[in-house]
């Protein structure tokens, strides 16, 4: 994983460090309804938080659709 941040980094990639594995015996209710448990939830809350951050800070660099390509 951490050889992967370095090639994200080196492209210029936002990368997040909160990591979540969800598994299918635990976190799905009969392997289709999403239903994380207390730990996985938490886990999701701080990589859905580091997400919103890096796409707030990054909002300035997206082109906006109201501007022609280029200004």
Known sequence: MEHLRQVAGELQMAD???QVALTLATEF???RT??????????????FDQVIAWSDALRA???RPDLPPGT
């Open 16 to 18: 997040v460090r909160a």
């Open 29 to 31: 209710e009969n392997y």
């Open 34 to 47: 999403f239903t994380p448990s207390d730990k996985a939830e938490r886990a999701l809350g701080i990589l």
């Open 61 to 63: 660099l997206r082109p």
